[in-house]
């Protein structure tokens, strides 16, 4: 994990700070979350646990949620918006195969948790956040735990063409469809992690291979819908 981060599109840009060497109380209740939510849920890959024992998720919730801040179960951030719970967010992670070394996209920077988890696995992390508040709020936040995350603000419908193509992209909204931008900015063998649907979602991962696109249907997931342009075609 490099120690710095920038927040791009003209809104922030803030040093890094110290908090991840500040005294951490609450190693073990990530300890216990790993164990309890994760591993006794199947997740293996040991990438993904080390991020999670390692990313301090009550960073990335509301002062007021700290004391929840590693229950099973999301939490509001504001705005509308919620922050997943740990195992959604080690399963996508999982699921889009994140190694160091790759590029990744993610749709819907919400609070910086889930690219503050990528960023503990990879060094080039993309994120967009339609709201320009949080994305604000998301930069500043990252930098300030020592991640480094380039965030924008902007429609994530439209993804990071200029940083494509990614190895993978996790969207944490739920899309009508599948965007067809995303699919373009996926390098050869990238990985697409997004929950489809409106009324029934459900959690998908779209593979490139050959020039071709696999889908895998995962599982039943609820999330936040997605915005933007994706509105428009309907």
């Known amino acids: 994990m490099r120690r710095l981060s920038a927040l791009t599109a003209g809104l922030l840009v803030v040093p890094a700070g110290n908090a991840c060497s500040a005294p951490d109380r609450y190693r073990e ?3 216990a979350m790993v164990a309890g939510q ?5 997740i293996g890959d040991r990438w993904v646990l080390d991020a999670m024992r390692d990313v301090p998720r009550h960073l990335f919730v509301p002062a ?9 179960q999301p939490l509001p951030i504001g705005r509308g918006q919620t922050i997943s719970q740990p195992y959604i967010v080690a399963l996508m992670t999982e699921l889009a195969e994140v190694r160091p070394g790759d590029r990744v996209l993610e749709i819907g920077t919400g609070s910086g948790y889930q690219a503050a988890v990528l960023a503990a696995i990879t060094d080039e992390v993309y994120s967009i956040e339609i709201i320009p508040e949080l994305a ?7 930098a300030a735990a020592g991640y480094e995350v380039e965030v924008r603000a902007g429609d994530g419908y439209l993804g990071w063409p200029e940083a494509a193509p990614f190895d993978a992209i996790l969207v ?8 067809q931008p995303l699919l373009d900015q996926l390098a050869e063998g990238g990985r697409l992690v997004i929950p489809v649907g409106e009324g029934f979602q459900q959690l998908e991962v779209y593979r490139k291979q050959g020039g071709a696109v696999e ?3 995962v599982l039943p997931v609820r999330f936040v819908p997605m915005v933007g342009q994706v509105r428009d075609e309907e």
């Open 29 to 31: 209740a990530r300890e």
């Open 38 to 42: 994760l591993e006794s849920r199947g």
């Open 64 to 72: 007021h949620h700290h004391s929840r801040a590693y229950a099973d």
């Open 136 to 142: 604000a709020e998301a930069g500043a936040r990252l």
């Open 172 to 179: 944490t909204a739920a899309a009508p469809r599948v965007p």
């Open 215 to 217: 889908r895998q249907p």
